[in-house]
């Protein structure tokens, strides 16, 4: 075994190590499935030797009687190990899709950059093409080695001369097989991955759909859909082609050997050498000796997408480590003060610095004021501050510890925003305010009349009931950023930093005049720090810095 292949099986003992008690208890009750299934094929042989050709029918009916509970006794074996490997093999796949859920929503900010929504859902949605590893079939595919090897003793002791010939033919077989595999495995990983693109693609333009009418690109988005699709299409077709000649040749092959067994066991009884209950264990232990052989050939195209997906999931979570939260990160109870040190940084993808020796240091009761046009670096310096990316050159301190070193959890709970960009989930507007954790019912209606929600949801039929849509669909701009300013009120007893990104770019007169008072008063001995173009928010802010584009430079003013 090849140090690929351990791996995968270092990762899938790992999940169903912690069910391995009812893996062996399962696993048993295959073997005595295989034992007795072994057993039908002899006792009909005695049936027709010792019953039917002698007259005898009590014999016979001896023999049918047990034949009779040898399929009972199956069936319940059958039942038995089935029922058990279901709920193995389904709670594996759960345990699987529960750390690749976690993995993927502790990603560093940088993978969600550089990768499609539907990228990223097409390869989670790999987990269900793991299913045939996990499943009865694939333990009881192990288990029909001891079948065949029982078959071809017993086989043997019936008669040598044709059991010689059956298996002969065996290694034609795996011959078969190998000129497939490789490349149905490579043709299997284009596939998954062209179906992940496609998806991709796909997802990006029905998120988008409203700008792309805004500017009449229905044609050229469906043009670049279908090319994409095309390919995916045409990889598919190739895979089915060489999945069904694959499939047919082992088919045909054991279709001639049964034809072959035919003949020469007909012979064989024609001439006397062979009895027709020989003849009938024959034709029973053939399927026994031969279905182990077509299914293990078979199984390379019905379990190769299946490994090339666990190999895909095992490197993705290799290849995309999560952000470090590890034992030793320092957890933070408060922030007080905020400092940034000489800080360069520039996107992962970017050919040039955002920010270059940029300095700010700011404290409890400031009120920072970040002005600058687009692409200035406003929103960069926040999400720097949030930790949500650790490449940059230079310093940045919270209570004068290293970001780096801070476990992101702890600061991002003490840290409230307020952002132009906010993101609704498809749920009611209540939902979507106390999704930032518990709150009262009281703080919970403070936070709807002070943000000037109450209004507009007491004239909703199903008030905050109301489902938003996806991504706020069903709400305007303006009520989008009251429901985020709701949220930043319910938590403005446990964050110490305020962030307001565009707050008030799409609301009204009187509530842009509700957070200012808002800042003035409840968060005066909170940081707040705020994105903002116009000249609204001066009179309250006692420090400003002016980002300059061009220069890559910054300015700070004082008041």
């Not at 598919?236 to 082609?241: D, L, T």
């Not at 476990?407 to 009611?428: G, P, W």
């Amino acid at each position: 075994m090849n140090v690929k292949n351990t791996q995968l099986v270092k990762f899938v003992f790992n999940y169903i190590k912690p069910r391995i008690k009812l893996f062996i208890i399962s696993f048993l009750f295959l073997i005595g499935l295989s034992l007795i299934s072994l057993l039908p094929p002899y006792v009909t042989k005695l049936a027709f030797d010792e019953g039917i050709m002698m007259k005898n029918l009590s014999i016979l009916t001896k023999y049918v009687l047990i034949l009779v509970v040898i399929y009972i006794l199956k069936s319940i074996f059958n039942y038995l190990s089935s029922a058990l490997f279901t709920i193995v093999s389904q709670n594996t796949l759960f345990e699987i899709k529960k750390d690749l859920t976690n993995h993927i929503m502790k990603l560093p900010l940088e993978f969600f950059s550089n990768s499609e929504s539907g990228y990223i859902v097409s390869r989670f949605g790999e987990v269900d093409s793991l299913s045939p590893l996990f499943s009865m079939q694939s333990f009881k595919l192990i288990l029909s080695i001891f079948e065949f090897i029982g078959a071809m003793v017993i086989m043997f002791l019936m008669n040598v001369k044709l059991t010689i010939i059956l298996v002969l033919i065996i290694p034609v077989f795996y011959l078969i097989t190998k000129t497939f595999e490789t490349t149905f495995g490579k043709l299997t990983s284009q596939t998954m991955e062209k179906a992940a693109t496609f998806h991709g693609k796909f997802q990006q333009s029905v998120s988008g759909v409203e700008e792309i009418k805004r500017m009449n690109l229905e044609d050229k988005e469906t043009e670049k859909i279908n090319k994409i699709n095309k390919d995916y299409v045409k990889s598919s077709i190739k895979y089915s082609i060489l999945l069904s000649v694959g499939s047919e040749a082992i088919i045909l092959l054991s279709s001639i050997v049964s034809v072959l067994l035919l003949y020469i066991g007909g012979k064989g009884v024609l001439q006397e050498s062979l009895s027709i209950g020989t003849y009938m264990a024959f034709v029973g232990y053939f399927g026994k000796l031969y279905a182990p052989v077509i299914n293990w050939n078979l199984s390379m195209f019905t379990f190769k997408p299946a490994f090339v997906a666990l190999d895909r999931i095992k490197d993705f979570f290799l290849k995309y480590p999560q952000e470090s939260e590890t034992s030793d990160k320092i957890k933070i109870n408060e922030i007080n003060n905020i400092e940034m040190k000489n800080v360069t940084f520039r996107y992962p993808d970017g050919k040039e610095n955002v920010l270059n020796n940029f300095n700010l240091k700011t404290k409890r009761g400031d009120k920072l004021l970040l002005k600058g046009p687009n692409g200035s670096g406003k929103s960069t310096i926040i999400r720097l501050i949030l930790g949500l990316y650790g490449n940059y050159d230079g310093e940045i301190l919270i209570n004068s510890i290293e970001l780096k070193n801070l476990s992101k959890r702890s600061l991002r709970s003490r840290i409230s925003i307020v952002s132009q960009k906010i993101f609704l989930f498809n749920d009611t507007i209540e939902n979507n305010i106390k999704i930032v954790g518990d709150v009262s019912e009281e703080k919970y209606e403070t936070a709807l009349k002070k943000s000037g929600l109450k209004q507009f949801i007491d004239n909703l039929p199903l008030k905050d009931k109301t489902l938003v849509g996806e991504n706020g669909v069903k709400l305007s701009g303006g009520e989008i950023q009251k429901v985020a300013i709701a949220r930043a009120l319910i938590k403005s007893d446990s964050s110490d930093l305020f962030i307001f990104d565009e707050a008030a770019a799409h609301l009204d007169k009187e509530t842009r005049e509700l957070i200012k008072t808002f800042i003035g008063t409840e968060l005066c001995e909170k940081i707040c720090i705020i994105i903002d173009h116009s000249d609204y928010f001066n009179d309250i802010c006692n420090r400003t810095i002016n980002l300059m584009l061009k220069q890559n430079s910054w300015s700070e003013q004082n008041v």
